[in-house]
């Protein structure tokens, strides 16, 4: 067993989306995978890195042909308890080759960019994704931010001295991963650069989450009114250029042109 399949065998990914800073994430992905899917009801997607189901189970409850692919049996086994009509598989993102070329309307990449530590791989699940999906079709991917780990793991949490003399952070506080440490954290400049050598076409990028990782506390406490200002604030402020970077999660939206 690998040491993300031991990790995901303990962290309730169940119970991840449904807490309100992640609710915040959850809420606002659906939001644009509808806006960019509403004119093909019935549209095939296809969820890699899919976890317990979160959004395979949401988008096949509206009507979609979702088909997921998740690495860890433990996930894979909660998904398929669900009973829903979402077809699940074992596998990753380097290798969807039991699906043909063309095979799919959309592809979710919401997980495996977390848990891709070199350009290489990261490159080979962005053209994995192209190649099943038609042209013309979409491809969602999700990042988790660099400035995110700094401000939080790195001086919040005070492993700030620590990471530096290990290597793990370079002099411009850039992030260095391996799998030792499960994430991977990337910056914008990254995202432009491997969308662009994978020949893919960026329709819009968002911040996922916004200012809601670093409210937790704060998000737990407010009452329901509050909250929902909250989502109505993200959702009119996540496209802004000067948040995006700094929130935990970025979500590009890619068109794949053939």
């Known amino acids: 067993m690998t040491r993300l399949e031991q990790y995901y065998n303990k962290f309730n990914e169940e119970r991840r989306l449904t807490r309100r800073h992640g609710n915040v994430e959850f809420v606002t992905t659906m939001e644009y995978i509808r ?14 890195g899919a976890g317990t189901g979160r959004y395979s189970v949401a988008l096949a409850e509206e009507g979609y042909d979702v088909t997921a692919v998740e690495l860890v049996k433990y996930n ?41 530590y070199t350009r290489e791989d ?97 998000l737990n406490a407010m009452d329901e009114e509050t909250y929902g200002l909250f989502l109505q604030y993200h959702l009119a402020t996540c496209e802004r250029p000067e948040l995006l970077g700094a929130a935990a999660h970025t979500l590009d939206i890619l068109r794949c042109e053939k």
Do not use: W
């Open 76 to 116: 894979l086994g909660i998904l398929k308890a669900k009973g829903t009509s979402v077809k699940a598989f074992q596998g990753n993102a380097l290798n969807l080759s039991r699906f043909g070329d063309s095979s799919f309307d959309a592809a979710l990449l919401f997980g495996p960019m977390y848990h891709l």
């Open 122 to 218: 990261k490159l080979r699940a962005l053209g994995e994704a192209k190649r099943v999906v038609r042209g013309g079709g979409l491809i969602f991917v999700a990042y988790c931010m660099n400035e995110y780990c700094i401000i939080t793991h790195g001086f919040r949490d005070n492993y700030i001295r620590e990471s530096i003399g290990r290597g793990k952070v370079r002099e411009d506080f850039a992030t260095v991963s391996s799998e030792e440490d499960l994430y991977d954290y990337v910056r914008l400049e990254e995202i432009d650069s491997l969308v662009e050598e994978a020949g893919l076409q960026r329709i819009q990028i968002i911040s996922a989450d916004g200012p809601a990782n670093y409210m937790r506390q704060t």
């Open 35 to 48: 806006r960019y899917l509403k004119d093909m009801p019935g549209a095939a997607v296809l969820d890699v």
